[in-house]
Nanobody
Framework: QVQLVESGGGLVQAGGSLSVSCAAS????????MAWFRQAPGKEREFVAG????????DYADSVKGRFTISRDNAKNTVYLHMNSLKPEDTAVYYC?????????????????WGQGTQVTVSS
C-alpha cells in the first residue's frame, strides 16, 4: 500500500511564495509519474502539474505555468511543488498523487494513490 503525505501548506499573501512537499512510503516511487492536483471549495479537483518518473518531462496547467515548479527527488521518495507569485485564486487544498504509469497525464482517473491534502490559502 502506498502512502503519500503532503506538508508545507499555509497562509501567504498575494504575490508571495510557498512550497509544498509530498513524501511517499513506497520502494517503487521512482517508477511512476507524480502530479499535484488542487481543489477549491465548490469546485472540481483539477490538475496543477505533473512530472515523469525520471523528471525528464514536466507538464503544467496553463493557470500556473511560469509561476509553479514541480520537481522530484527519487532518492528521498519526495515530490515538490514550489509556488511563486501566488494569487487568491490559487487558494485550494493541494493533493499529490501517484500515477499508474511512467508518463504524466492530466486525467485524474490515471492516479491510483492520493495524499490527504494540504491547505494553501492566499490572501489578497
Amino acid at each position: 500500500q502506498v502512502q503519500l503525505v503532503e506538508s508545507g501548506g499555509g497562509l501567504v499573501q498575494a504575490g508571495g511564495s510557498l512550497s509544498v512537499s509530498c513524501a511517499a512510503s513506497t520502494r517503487t516511487f521512482s517508477l511512476y509519474a507524480m502530479a499535484w492536483f488542487r481543489q477549491a471549495p465548490g469546485k472540481e479537483r483539477e490538475f496543477v502539474a505533473g512530472i515523469t518518473w525520471s523528471g525528464g518531462s514536466i507538464d503544467y496547467a496553463d493557470s500556473v505555468k511560469g509561476r509553479f515548479t514541480i520537481s522530484r527527488d527519487n532518492a528521498k521518495n519526495t515530490v515538490y511543488l514550489h509556488m511563486n507569485s501566488l494569487k487568491p485564486e490559487d487558494t485550494a487544498v493541494y493533493y499529490c498523487a501517484q500515477s499508474r504509469t511512467h508518463g504524466t497525464t492530466r486525467s485524474i482517473m490515471q492516479y491510483d494513490y492520493w495524499g490527504q491534502g494540504t491547505q494553501v490559502t492566499v490572501s489578497s
